[in-house]
């Protein structure tokens, strides 16, 4: 079992930054991905990013690359969402998740959650 507990959203003007935090605490072995998901009102999730826990290999979606770098701390445990240049579609709420097993970027592979935070971008 992983539980993930997320921080760091908000309210930021257009071309501004954020950076999530995703703390993790469980059973994260060596095939351990986290992965950082976003849904807007009336939007299905969407997978924005994932890291290998073991291996750092990252993927970012084709919206975000450039402007978002995924990382992991593996002593304190915690991943992170740098977000940088931020858009209004960027408006959204960000979940980070992990899964055990090969990256994937599909919301239904992985099976453990965080609660969710907002991030807000005005124009």
């Known amino acids: 079992q992983v539980q993930l507990v997320e921080s760091g959203g908000g309210l930021v003007q257009a071309g501004g930054s954020l950076r999530l935090s995703c703390a993790a605490s469980?059973?994260?072995?060596?095939?351990?991905?986290m992965g950082w998901f976003r849904q807007a009102p009336g939007k299905k999730r969407e997978f924005v990013a994932r890291?290998?826990?073991?291996?750092?290999?990252?993927y970012y979606a084709d919206s975000v690359k450039g402007r978002f770098t995924i990382s992991r701390d593996t002593d304190q445990n915690t991943g992170y969402l740098q977000m940088n240049n931020l858009k209004p579609e960027d408006t959204a709420i960000y979940y980070c998740?992990?899964?055990?097993?090969?990256?994937?970027?599909?919301?239904?592979?992985?099976?453990?959650w965080g609660q969710g935070t907002q991030v807000t971008v005005s124009s």
């Open positions: 890291i290998s826990w073991i291996s750092t290999n990252t």
């Open positions: 998740a992990g899964r055990l097993g090969p990256g994937s970027a599909l919301a239904s592979d992985f099976p453990y």
């Open positions: 469980g059973r994260m072995i060596g095939s351990f991905h």
